[in-house]
């Protein structure tokens, strides 16, 4: 028994590949898939049918100078020769001439039912709902093994982490993944959920093959929440990213549509409580200075100014009126005075004493006032300051009247 | 139902009941409004201050729903009925 390395029983396979004189120059046909140079600016792809599929390769040298390159989805006639890659033990057709051969099947069948969709009004604008700006619960069809929920999950848990998350778990490729993608979007759609991710990583044009089926868009035409399709890469076009409300390039995108940032909402709101903090305090300051004016208004209004006022008023008068009063008072009592020692000195005894006699006639006791009032001989009563005497008139005296002074 | 409680009891505490059931839609409207009417500064200080507190138990009430501590997943069957917790 020999006992090969796997580099010895490699190139023993590759050298029966090479030997074949069928294998070294060869014409094959069918649809092709993943085309895309390498950034080498080598061209790698896969060539398909219904049964079965070929890796193939076209170097940067060769891939210059064809008139066509392969296009996903498109039928091409190529030819070269198959051997074996060693590194990767695979088989591979290595590709000198492309020739395209029509449009590929898959191609036509997406093309064949966009059409029909889009003609039935199925991608109108007008279809499109908004999505909630603010969802509490969010639905997500996909499968549960899939990379993909967990980017979603990820994202939802650091944009809208409030957010109810129900997954409807489904097969996302292969036979069977259509049907299972329609039950998890009614499911989901009777779940009471604000909007729906119908998401999917990356892949081949088969893996995403689900995507495009008839029953799967119509679901999501049919859904009663919005969807958001984020199916595969930025690259990738489906029939559900078309059919959908919003269109994600990845699954992460379909999440952060789907979302608001919480971040920037915190900010909203922190700037709302400032708002709301600052408008209180001026308003609590106007009232307090409305306050304060109120009060010096008052103060200046109160009856208790006036009262001082005419307090102060009626002292004033009431001196005056005391001053006034005294002094008239004293004039009064000096005016009385002087009238009393007026009348003291014209009293009887008060000007008896100052040396003035009192004369009166004898026989009648009348007042001798004028010199004709009496005759020579006639006896007189004299009355001086301490008693009297009489006497007789003898006759005129040498005297003259006296005048009154002016 | 797949709707369980929204929020856990202490993060109910203090708030008035009517503003912890908000969503945060309802919450952070109110919010504005509440800011909206007391900038107009046309309402009496009494009901200035009952809107003032109104509004920092919203904005209380939103920041709980954006910081709530993690994403609750579950999963739901065929019916869209809740088939429990799911682990990522």
């Given at each position: 028994?020999?006992?090969?390395?796997?580099?010895?029983?490699?190139?023993?396979?590759?050298?029966?590949?090479?030997?074949?004189?069928?294998?070294?120059?060869?014409?094959?046909?069918?649809?092709?898939?993943?085309?895309?140079?390498?950034?080498?600016?080598?061209?790698?792809w896969?060539?398909?049918?219904?049964?079965?599929?070929?890796?193939?390769?076209?170097?940067?040298?060769?891939?210059?100078?064809?008139?066509?390159?392969?296009?996903?989805?498109?039928?091409?006639l190529l030819?070269?020769?198959?051997?074996v890659?060693?590194?990767?033990?695979?088989?591979?057709?290595?590709?000198?001439?492309?020739?395209?051969?029509?449009?590929g099947?898959?191609?036509?069948?997406?093309?064949?039912?966009?059409?029909?969709?889009?003609?039935?009004?199925?991608?109108?604008?007008?279809?499109?709902?908004?999505?909630?700006a603010?969802?509490?619960?969010?639905?997500?069809?996909?499968?549960?093994?899939?990379?993909?929920?967990?980017?979603?999950?990820?994202?939802?848990?650091?944009?809208?982490?409030?957010?109810?998350?129900?997954?409807?778990?489904?097969?996302?490729?292969?036979?069977?993944?259509?049907e299972?993608?329609?039950?998890a979007?009614?499911?989901?759609?009777?779940?009471?959920?604000?909007?729906?991710?119908?998401?999917?990583?990356?892949?081949?044009l088969?893996?995403?093959?689900?995507?495009?089926?008839?029953?799967?868009?119509?679901?999501?035409?049919?859904?009663p929440?919005?969807?958001?399709?984020?199916?595969?890469?930025?690259?990738?076009?489906?029939?559900?990213?078309?059919?959908?409300?919003?269109?994600?390039?990845t699954?992460?995108?379909?999440?952060?549509?789907?979302?608001?940032?919480?971040?920037?909402?915190?900010?909203?709101?922190?700037?709302?409580?400032?708002?709301?903090?600052r408008?209180?305090?001026?308003?609590?300051?106007?009232?307090?200075?409305?306050?304060?004016?109120a009060?010096?208004?008052?103060?200046?209004?109160?009856?208790?100014?006036?009262?001082?006022?005419?307090?102060?008023?009626?002292?004033?008068?009431?001196?005056?009126?005391?001053?006034?009063?005294?002094?008239?008072?004293?004039?009064?009592?000096?005016?009385?005075?002087?009238?009393?020692?007026?009348?003291?000195?014209?009293?009887?005894?008060?000007?008896?004493?100052?040396?003035?006699?009192?004369v009166s006639?004898?026989?009648?006791?009348?007042?001798?006032?004028s010199?004709?009032?009496?005759?020579?001989?006639?006896?007189?009563?004299?009355?001086?300051?301490?008693?009297?005497?009489?006497?007789?008139?003898?006759?005129?005296a040498?005297?003259?009247?006296?005048?009154?002074?002016? | 139902?797949?709707?369980?409680?929204?929020?856990?009891?202490?993060?109910?505490?203090?708030?008035p009941?009517?503003?912890?059931?908000?969503?945060?839609?309802?919450?952070?409207?109110?919010?504005?409004?509440?800011?909206?009417?007391?900038?107009?500064?046309?309402?009496?200080?009494?009901?200035?201050?009952?809107?003032?507190?109104?509004?920092?138990?919203?904005s209380?009430?939103?920041?709980?729903?954006?910081?709530?501590?993690?994403?609750?997943?579950?999963?739901?069957?065929?019916?869209?009925?809740?088939?429990?917790?799911?682990?990522?």
């Amino acid at each position: 028994m020999q006992i090969y390395t796997v580099c010895d029983l490699t190139t023993y396979v590759k050298a029966l590949f090479d030997g074949d004189p069928e294998l070294v120059d060869v014409w094959v046909q069918g649809e092709a898939s993943n085309c895309r140079p390498a950034a080498s600016g080598h061209w790698y792809w896969t060539l398909k049918d219904e049964e079965a599929s070929l890796r193939c390769v076209m170097w940067r040298s060769q891939a210059a100078a064809q008139e066509c390159l392969p296009e996903d989805g498109g039928a091409f006639l190529l030819h070269g020769s198959v051997s074996v890659y060693p590194a990767q033990g695979q088989y591979q057709l290595y590709v000198d001439h492309v020739e395209p051969v029509g449009v590929g099947d898959l191609y036509r069948q997406f093309e064949a039912l966009k059409a029909k969709l889009e003609a039935e009004g199925l991608f109108d604008p007008e279809r499109k709902r908004l999505l909630p700006a603010y969802p509490e619960r969010i639905g997500i069809v996909t499968s549960t093994e899939a990379v993909a929920l967990r980017d979603v999950c990820h994202v939802l848990a650091r944009r809208w982490p409030s957010a109810e998350v129900s997954v409807a778990p489904t097969l996302v490729q292969g036979e069977g993944a259509p049907e299972m993608i329609v039950a998890a979007l009614d499911a989901i759609g009777g779940a009471g959920v604000d909007v729906v991710i119908l998401t999917r990583g990356g892949g081949s044009l088969e893996d995403l093959w689900a995507f495009n089926d008839e029953r799967v868009a119509r679901a999501i035409a049919s859904c009663p929440v919005p969807v958001v399709a984020g199916v595969g890469h930025e690259t990738d076009f489906t029939i559900a990213d078309f059919v959908a409300d919003t269109r994600a390039p990845t699954p992460s995108a379909a999440a952060e549509l789907a979302t608001p940032d919480a971040w920037e909402l915190a900010q909203n709101v922190d700037e709302l409580r400032e708002r709301l903090g600052r408008q209180m305090r001026s308003q609590l300051e106007t009232a307090v200075q409305e306050l304060a004016y109120a009060r010096r208004r008052l103060t200046r209004a109160s009856p208790a100014r006036t009262v001082a006022e005419g307090e102060t008023a009626l002292v004033n008068l009431g001196g005056r009126l005391q001053r006034s009063l005294v002094s008239r008072l004293r004039l009064a009592r000096a005016d009385l005075e002087g009238q009393r020692r007026r009348l003291a000195a014209l009293s009887p005894p008060a000007t008896l004493a100052r040396g003035y006699a009192h004369v009166s006639r004898r026989r009648d006791g009348h007042p001798v006032r004028s010199t004709a009032d009496v005759v020579a001989g006639e006896g007189i009563d004299v009355r001086v300051t301490d008693g009297g005497f009489g006497a007789v008139v003898e006759g005129q005296a040498n005297l003259f009247p006296l005048e009154e002074d002016e | 139902m797949t709707s369980s409680s929204k929020t856990t009891p202490e993060a109910t505490s203090e708030l008035p009941e009517d503003v912890a059931a908000l969503g945060f839609e309802e919450a952070f409207q109110a919010l504005e409004d509440a800011v909206a009417q007391l900038e107009t500064g046309e309402l009496p200080l009494e009901e200035s201050l009952a809107l003032y507190e109104r509004g920092v138990a919203l904005s209380e009430r939103c920041n709980r729903l954006l910081t709530a501590a993690e994403l609750r997943i579950r999963k739901v069957d065929g019916e869209g009925q809740d088939a429990g917790e799911l682990e990522l």
